[in-house]
């Protein structure tokens, strides 16, 4: 996405870029978070992807999740709002949902992507290895895991 902003004197400052991206916090009939990993990366994280331009973050998510996971989920609240900027990457808005719980036969229906996801696992959220999540998004996991618990919007800003 890309943003233009005018200045006072009617000229056009340069063009900003910045991405956004929309994930899922779903739980199972247990409270176990589903966690996934994608095959271009050792790290495991929500499920979810790239909001397009004509998106809005809430259908971006409702759409990875059937592409990527096959799973047809009614997306609920906003969880977590967040501007990361990591310093040599595209800042991005990253938008986490509240997706819900899937039923046992959703569980077992879970099917590995087309689009390359290597795989997928539900995990107790007191036990999610920190080790495994991307460093740079472990503050957007524990504000995803707090407004969860607290039935809450967080918003963070990640700037460098």
């Known amino acids: 996405m890309t943003t233009r902003h ?22 199972d009939e247990h409270g176990d978070v589903l966690l996934v990993n994608p095959a271009h990366t050792v790290y495991w994280t929500l499920p979810g992807g790239h909001v397009e331009d004509d998106e809005l973050p809430d259908a971006a998510c409702a759409r990875e999740l059937r592409e990527t996971l096959g799973l047809d989920l009614r997306v609920g609240p906003l969880l977590v709002a967040a501007w990361l900027d990591a310093g040599g990457l595209m800042p991005r808005v ?19 992507a087309a689009d390359g996801r290597a795989g997928c ?9 920190t080790s495994l999540v991307p460093p740079f998004t472990l503050p957007l996991w524990e504000a995803a895991l707090t407004a969860h ?9 990640l700037g460098t």
């Not at 990253?94 to 590995?112: C, E, I, K, N």
């Open 121 to 129: 696992r539900f995990v107790p959220p007191e036990r999610i290895d």
């Open 94 to 112: 990253h938008h986490v949902f509240d997706a819900g719980q899937v039923s046992h036969r959703q569980r077992s229906a879970l099917t590995q």
């Open 6 to 27: 005018g200045r006072e004197d009617g000229t056009e400052a340069a063009a900003v870029s910045w991405g956004a991206s929309a994930a899922a916090f779903i739980t």
């Open 149 to 157: 618990r607290d039935k809450r919007l967080v918003c963070l800003d």
